[in-house]
């Protein structure tokens, strides 16, 4: 079965940390761009950050660079974003991505103010 399946996400207080992981079915996780994107109360759905099959190159929006860090652990099929500092514009569902062209059905994170 196909699937991505994120988790981690919760309430949070602003400057606070999460870490949210998505566990990937193998064969759209092997070989492929990783990413994460999000989608906030009224907005449509943002690029938050990616990620290469090696690790090597990763990408992130402005608004998060500095403060997110993507990574990944291919052993493992599990795609993972740090989120530090957290502000109350980061209120949003998570959404993992495979560049295979699958979609996980998100996670909630909420920042107080």
């Known amino acids: 079965q196909v699937q991505l399946v994120e988790s981690g996400g919760g309430l949070v207080q602003a400057g606070g940390s999460l870490r949210l992981s998505c566990v990937a079915s193998g064969r759209i996780f092997s070989g492929y761009t990783m990413g994460w994107y999000r989608q906030g109360p009224g907005k449509e759905r943002e690029f938050v950050a990616s990620?290469?099959?090696?690790?090597?190159?990763?990408n992130y929006a402005d608004s998060v660079k500095g403060r997110f860090a993507i990574s990944r652990d291919n052993s493992k099929n599990t795609l993972y974003l740090r989120m530090n500092s957290l502000e109350p514009e980061d209120t949003a569902r998570y959404y993992c991505n495979s560049n295979a062209g699958y979609w996980g059905l998100g996670t909630q994170v909420t920042v107080s103010s």
């Open positions: 990620i290469s099959w090696s690790g090597g190159l990763t």
